[in-house]
């Protein structure tokens, strides 16, 4: 701001600086670029939300509509009938989801347990974090086809092909980085000072862990396997060379299962109306249980901050 | 505190107590196990790694690097080229990148400079979130039945105005290359956005206050303080995503039309390693498998590079303040 240097200062009423009120000019230059960039940045976040509204709508309007207790409880029709709902499918998403997270969760968590409180900075730690890194961002497709050639194509498991078995292992795959990195993390949150002091009272490392570290770090690590297992849900990827697709009720963990996602993938490509239907309705399903167990992992992290 | 009289020498008030075998052996027992389970990590990465490679020694024996420039893939002739998978690939993920960069960033930065009120901004990070944790099947239901026929008009309009251009030479019918990229863009903003949002909240509060403190605008201290600090970790980010957006396979299987031939336009069908194993390894026997999993053993090793190259980002590039 130009200020017209006074003629004579009058130091009897010393005024060094310029007291007029600060202003803002909207004229210059700067001011009506940082409103251009500020809408801009308005404008992208705007778009940003849109897809979420454009999809839950489009899901809780077409999916929604198609809900009734049948579609929770009856068999998919045969191609190009109508009638029936996604019954199996629903039970098997939560079979294999319920498998990988048996598998995952005991390893993960494990595994974490030795990263933060064996070996913080040791190489073989620094090792394992990075393999985890790399692991996470292992494409999902691929952790399907290492199933299929570990499991489906060498037919171990009682000669069975195609398994709700394999479709599990293959998601805990997925689901096995995640919880290890929340476990790791989580636990470093704790202070030193819980551990000093079971230590302190004479508690062996065994019980220090049990008993004080991962009760502390509770709602870290169960916030994160929330997460895992919404995220496992909605896996289709892996599940489609393992655990494939059944239009029928489970027959046991060793053979095929249907699930919400592959169900989804193969109805929507349908050229029939009532199977795209029943992929929106399955859709519609999945999300309110997948939005719901985000919703809940962040209830619990604001449950333990009160 | 009083001592008690009868207790005469220190040996009597604190007797040592000698840890059993047993509590020994269940703390060394315990230690291992996890580590056991530690080096679970390392096994099935391991086991990826030699399972998607011995299963394609065959293909890679057969075809050898020229699998990875020819476009011919013909399981009837047992003739097999990925150049149409893997140029799919890197056009739909870094294409995607170009869109979502700008928009993750943009929102990031709105999200967390003290542009608008906590709860609006809290709010607009919870459905960034939501919109990543939704599954890409359902985005590809969305995009074959919704997002596909609504933005048909404007790509007939792109060819209308530039079909001169290889890249929009194709009449656009349904399932191609523009609408994968438009849902890989709805994929992969979301995690910019949180990524970018981290990075930018974890800039020191001084160096804002600094930037303001002499007298700079809002943008101006954006521009050439907050981001610059943040920078390592948003590029750190952006790598991530482009590995995600390089394997992503379902959404982009269902919209991206699954052609075999090669276009240069994006308007037409076309194809990613990742639509290619969803697509083709169901049916696929002998040689095929084989050669799905040489396309398989790209993507990693694609994917790999990309994300050691985050890693390494994040670690070395990180400012010092």
């Known amino acids: ?80 009938l109508s009638g029936g709902g996604i019954g199996n499918a629903i039970f098997g998403t939560i079979v294999v989801t319920l498998i990988a997270t048996l598998i995952a969760v005991p390893i993960g968590v494990g595994g974490g347990v030795f990263l933060c409180e064996y070996s913080r900075n040791g190489w073989f730690a ?51 980085p995640t919880v290890i990195k929340t476990t790791d993390e989580g636990l470093r949150l704790v202070p030193q000072e819980l551990r000093w002091g079971a230590y302190g009272v004479g508690a062996s490392k065994f ?40 239009p029928y009720w489970p027959d046991g963990l060793f053979s095929p299962i249907a699930s919400m996602s592959v169900l989804i993938y193969n109805f929507a490509i349908m050229p029939y109306e009532y199977q795209n239907a029943l992929a929106w309705a399955a859709s519609f399903v999945l999300v309110v249980m997948i939005l719901g167990a985000n919703l809940l992992s962040r209830w619990i992290t604001r449950m333990a901050k009160t | ?109 709105f999200i967390t ?64 290359m523009a609408p994968a990229i438009l849902i890989l863009v709805v994929m992969v903003m979301p995690i910019i956005t949180s990524i970018s949002r981290d990075a930018l909240n974890q800039v020191p509060i001084e160096l804002r206050q600094g930037a303001y403190g002499v007298g700079t605008t809002r943008w101006g201290a954006i521009f050439s303080v907050i981001l610059p600090a943040a920078v390592s970790a948003i590029v750190g980010g952006v790598m991530l995503s482009l590995g995600r957006a390089m394997g992503e396979t379902m959404a982009v299987t269902m919209i991206i039309g699954n052609s075999l031939n090669f276009s240069l336009s994006l308007l037409a069908p076309g194809n990613t390693i990742a639509s290619l194993l969803a697509n083709q390894f169901g049916e696929a026997d002998g040689i095929q498998i084989s050669a799905l999993m040489y396309a398989a053993l790209i993507l990693m090793i694609l994917t790999f590079v990309v994300n050691v190259a985050a890693q390494w980002i994040v670690k070395r590039l990180s400012l010092r303040y």
């Open chain 1, 1 to 80: 701001m130009a200020n017209p240097a006074p003629k004579s200062i009058s130091y009897a009423n010393t005024d060094l600086f310029d007291r007029r009120p600060l202003f803002f000019d909207g004229t210059l230059k700067r001011n009506q670029l940082n409103l251009l960039l500020t809408g801009i940045a308005a404008l992208f976040a705007s778009i940003a939300v849109l897809p979420l509204f454009l999809v839950l709508g489009h899901v809780l309007v077409k999916g929604g509509s198609l809900f009734s207790w049948a579609l929770l409880t009856e068999l998919p029709p045969a191609p190009g």
């Open chain 1, 126 to 176: 620094q090792f394992v974090r990075f393999g985890n890194d790399v692991l996470a961002g292992v494409p999902s497709i691929i952790a399907g086809i290492f199933i299929y050639g570990l499991v489906v194509a060498t037919k171990v498991f009682f000669d069975q092909s195609y398994s709700a078995l394999a479709g599990g292992i293959a998601l805990s795959v997925l689901m096995l």
């Open chain 1, 207 to 246: 019980v220090t862990v049990m008993r004080i570290t991962l009760p502390a770090a509770f709602t870290p690590i169960s916030t994160g396997i929330v997460l895992a297992v919404a995220r496992a849900a909605g896996e289709t990827a892996p599940l489609i060379f393992t655990a494939l697709f059944s």
């Open chain 2, 1 to 109: 505190m009083p001592t008690d009289p009868s207790l005469a020498s220190p040996e009597d008030v604190f007797t040592l107590r000698r840890r059993p075998p047993s509590e020994k052996l269940l703390d060394t027992g315990f230690r291992q196990l996890t580590l056991a389970l530690a080096s679970a990590v390392a096994f099935v990465l391991i086991g990826i790694f030699l399972t998607v490679f011995v299963e394609a020694r065959e293909a890679i024996a057969q075809f050898g690097l020229t699998f990875l420039t020819t476009s011919d893939w013909d399981p009837g002739n047992e003739t097999f080229g990925a150049w149409v998978a893997i140029y799919g690939t890197l056009v739909s993920s870094l294409l995607a990148l170009v869109i979502a960069v700008p928009l993750g960033v943009g929102t990031a930065i």
């Open chain 2, 113 to 176: 400079e003290d542009i608008i009120p906590v709860q609006v901004r809290e709010t607009i990070g919870l459905m960034v979130e939501l919109l990543a944790a939704l599954p890409s099947v359902v985005l590809g239901l969305w995009a074959i039945f919704v997002l596909e026929p609504a933005i048909r008009p404007v790509l007939n309009l792109l060819h209308h105005l530039l079909g001169w251009t290889p890249f929009f030479s194709t009449v656009p019918q349904g399932p191609g």
